[in-house]
């Protein structure tokens, strides 16, 4: 798929087949969110890989807006250290991540966005730093409408030059 397919047709995927995502695939996906840009190249992330099936469901149950993680054959854990450009970075990464899975065929979906301090002892992550998302990944249990979304006009939401200008 090119990356404009890429991204007009990316959902949002909450249930997993349990089929396992091959290595060099995660590989990939790390790798996207580890070479994604970065504000003055601070790299402030981490990316912790789990896979393992009794961390993942007690990762499902610590993220309270994620209880499908428990299902994922794998979630990536995003921890930022506290400096300025932290959120917008991983961020980047984390789409980058995604992007890379779903032209793979593997969904996913953001969990959390901070508030995941439960996860800290579990994954044993540093007091100085902070679970900014989990992003659960898998091969869709469900099929999914690749590109059908629903979404505002684009005359709503895009503007030329000024916000009063509709981009036509």
Known sequence: MDTFDVARTILA????????????????????????????????????????RDTLRQLGTLAK????????????????????????????AIQTMMLTAWAEGVGSNWVGF??????????????????LAIIPFGYPADAVGRGKKNRKPRAEVVHRERFDQPFA
């Open 13 to 52: 995927v909450r249930r997993y087949q349990e089929k396992p995502i091959p290595d060099d695939l995660i590989e990939r996906i790390v790798e996207a969110g580890r070479l994604s840009a970065s504000s003055m190249n601070l790299q402030p992330w981490h990316f912790i890989v789990v896979r393992d």
């Open 65 to 92: 807006t994620g209880p499908y993680i428990a299902q994922a054959p794998l979630a990536i854990a995003v921890v930022i250290d506290k400096s300025r450009f932290a959120v917008s970075d991983a961020s980047r």
């Open 114 to 131: 901070g508030g995941l301090e439960a996860v800290n002892p579990l994954l044993h992550i540093p007091a100085d730093l902070e679970v």
